[in-house]
């Protein structure tokens, strides 16, 4: 009898399911554009159709009964329905660059500046993973580089622990002259390959 | 019958080694849950992020989350968000990310896999499957818009 029952109950919701008047979530999908300006490309398949979408702002939705709209929103109407996300995602990954004086692990003045900068950047992430991999030119041998770029890539992880980033969240490395940024024969001075890359996630 | 069993080893295996950190929660207001399995937990800045993985939000909730490929996704208040698949090769770049939004709002920056390979990270929706291209896009699965009048 309550198997009846459950049959029964199973067989009017396979008929509302399977009705004209099946209703399902909206949906919204939106391509935004990045800071820099990059328009990117979404491909939205509902329903075994394919729809690409590669305007700034450009929008599909999907409605409740099913029916697939397309549409070019506004600024402010993304932001009106979806500023709770956008607000939580985290910093965009950055790469930043500073360079030392020849044969130290000393930064050069220009450097010294620009690190605050580099702080400041840094300072904005809640809890930042930050890998900083120092190099060197091409004078000397690769020993000696070595321990060079390992030294500035050291050096400079202490200056940010001094600024108050926790050292945990800081990885160093040095890859001697095997990554020139300038590439040059061997035992060339040049400012602009005496660096270190600091990448922060 | 026996490859079936090597086989199923090896998934096994492979299930394991599966269970690192492939991201990380970087931001987390309001109620945020994440279940793992039969368990879950408020979810905490710094908290490790693996494959399987569900984020849910409660009214006031709303999280970022950041992955080893430097993809960016967040989702804002009254979301479930599942991580389906994923995988990055920090040498080839190659990989796959698979989630479903099952409600509520997400935005998220593509990262490194689908400069690669175009549409190596796929977002599920109820009626949907969108492919990332890249870079920038946000998604909303409305519930309630079915119940309106």
Redesign the interface.
Known sequence: MKHLAVLALAALLAACASGPRKQVPAELFVVVPAKDGHIGTIVVETAGQKRVINTAFGAERIQPDGGVVQSTMTRDQVHAIFADAVDALPGRPASFTLYFLEGKDELTADSRVELEKVFAELKKRPLPDIMVIGHTDTVGGLDYNDKLSKARADRLRDMLVELGIPGQRIQAAGRGKRELLVPTEDNVSEARNRRVEINVR | MKKNLVLAAALAMAGTAMAADIG?V??S?GDVQIQRGATKQAAK??MGIQASDVLLTGSDG?????FTD?S?V????N?VFAIDRYSFDTTTHAGEFEGSLR?G???????KMVKQS??AMKIR???????????????????Q????P
């Open positions: 990380q970087k931001v207001k800045v710094g709303s999280a970022g989350l950041t430097n960016l967040s989702v804002g208040p979301s409600k709002k997400l935005a998220a920056v593509s990262g175009p549409e929706t109820p009626s949907a499957v969108m492919g990332v291209r890249g870079t920038e896009f946000v998604v909303q699965v409305d519930e818009a079915a119940q309106r």
